[in-house]
């Protein structure tokens, strides 16, 4: 999974993978105490959508880049910060979804997933071992 910052007025998206798993201690623990979640509830919320969760994980990913950025500097509008699957992490959802769903709502999915993955980033580092971003 990538999260994806595109500021108003950049020419390019900043992509950052995003892999809880490969998060550093400390910095996990940071994020835990500002957000006040344990790291697993973090990693699913962060998926859901947590605005919070969001903002954190972006501040971790500026603050390797920037040392000297602070918390209060990390504002994004909603539409400027995104997750997005990689190429391979879509096809492991697609093969879960087609053994889960059934009939017409099958089919829908899978068209849908389909579109996703034709325009997914490929992650050369995923093959053959994509893993969903929420940490065990």
């Not at 959802?93 to 325009?119: M, P, T, Y």
Request: proline share 4%; glycine share 4%; hydrophobic share 35%.
């Amino acid at each position: 999974m990538f999260l994806v910052y595109s500021p108003e007025g950049s020419d390019e998206p900043k992509r950052w993978k995003y892999n809880p798993r490969k998060i550093m201690s400390a910095e996990r623990e940071w994020i835990e105490r500002r957000t006040e979640r344990n790291w697993s509830d973090f990693t699913k919320e962060v998926v859901q959508g947590s605005s919070l969760c969001r903002r954190a994980l972006l501040y971790t990913f500026l603050k390797r880049e920037h040392p000297g950025v602070k918390w209060d500097d990390v504002d994004f509008a909603w539409d400027e910060l995104t997750l997005e699957y990689s190429k391979g992490e879509l096809i492991q959802i697609r093969e879960s979804a087609a053994d889960a769903a059934s009939g017409d709502q099958r089919e829908a999915v899978l068209a849908k997933l389909d579109e996703e993955i034709a325009a997914a980033f490929e992650d050369p580092d995923d093959e053959g071992k994509a893993q969903l971003p929420v940490a065990d």
